[in-house]
């Protein structure tokens, strides 16, 4: 079970340099603020003296920072792989994407094209349907003058 596992890479990085700075501001200024320190007539190199528990918490903050640390850089490793295999699989997937968007356009400029022989289409079979209904209509008057004319001889 990991301690900070519901932690996004973001709060974790943010952790990690929570915890380094406050290590290196105890680092640097816990001997500023010392008792002994303080004292500016003593020049010698500051000695400090802690209890027994208190070395012991003290150590087991820091085999806990360790393995926080360890962890964080794992979960770090593993998204960051995570990270660049879904950067090429975006990749990947806009390439699909254009190729895509340029078989629909080429599909709409055939639409427009097919759409527009249709109408070429229409128009020509209008016309040729109006000149096969005056062809008929000339021949059934043709036929009705033979008809009348043979009736009245």
């Known amino acids: 079970m990991m301690l900070f596992e519901d932690f996004g890479v973001k709060e974790k990085k943010i952790l990690l340099l929570l915890l380094s700075a406050l290590l290196s501001f105890w ?33 087991t903050n820091l085999a806990q920072l360790k393995s926080i640390n360890s ?23 806009k390439r699909q994407l254009e190729k895509l968007l340029l078989l629909s356009q080429t599909q709409g400029e055939s639409l427009t094209n097919a759409n527009k022989l249709l109408a070429e289409y229409a128009t020509e079979a209008k016309r040729e349907r109006l000149r096969i209904k005056a062809q008929r209509n000339t021949w059934e008057a043709v036929a009705a003058c033979l008809v009348i004319a043979l009736a009245v001889k």
């Open 71 to 93: 962890r964080l850089q794992m979960d770090l490793k593993v998204q960051s792989d995570e990270a660049t295999a879904l950067k090429q699989e975006v990749t990947k997937l």
């Open 27 to 59: 680092l640097v200024f816990a001997p500023v603020t010392s008792a002994e320190s303080a004292m500016p007539e003593k020049q010698t190199v500051a000695m400090y003296q802690i209890t027994e528990p208190e070395l012991v918490q003290l150590e």
